[in-house]
């Protein structure tokens, strides 16, 4: 079991930086990969970013150069660094990990998400 608890969402105006945060708690060993996607209003969810248990890490390409993952294992927190937020980053942000569980099958968890809003 593994539990997900966001935090850091809110308003910010067009070109300002926000950080979300992910803290991970439960069978934290089990993940081997934690990423942040995102849900606007009449559109699917999609992948913003993921970092592997190897450090590697994808982006969307809307996001490219401006947001950036990371990850504090000693406080088992992911992070989401925005900068320079364009309203069309408007959405709710889901904390998402993928785990492994007893028998070796895989399980994903989700946050309970989290609204930013970019707006002026």
Not at 1 to 23: A, F, K, Y
Not at 71 to 89: F, G, H, I
Request: with cysteine; proline share 2%; glycine share 12%.
């Amino acid at each position: 079991q593994v539990q997900l608890v966001e935090s850091g969402g809110g308003l910010v105006q067009p070109g300002g930086s926000l950080r979300l945060s992910c803290v991970a708690s439960g069978s934290t060993i089990s993940i081997y990969g934690m990423g942040w996607y995102r849900q606007a209003p009449g559109k699917q969810r999609e992948l913003v970013a993921k970092i592997m248990y190897d450090d590697s890490t994808n982006y969307v390409d809307s996001v490219k150069g401006r947001f950036t993952i990371s990850r504090d294992d000693a406080k088992n927190t992911v992070y989401l660094q925005m900068n320079s937020l364009k309203p069309e980053d408007t959405a709710v942000y889901y904390c998402h990990a993928d785990a492994t569980i007893a028998g070796g099958y895989k399980y994903d968890y989700w946050g309970q998400g989290t609204q930013v809003t970019v707006s002026s």
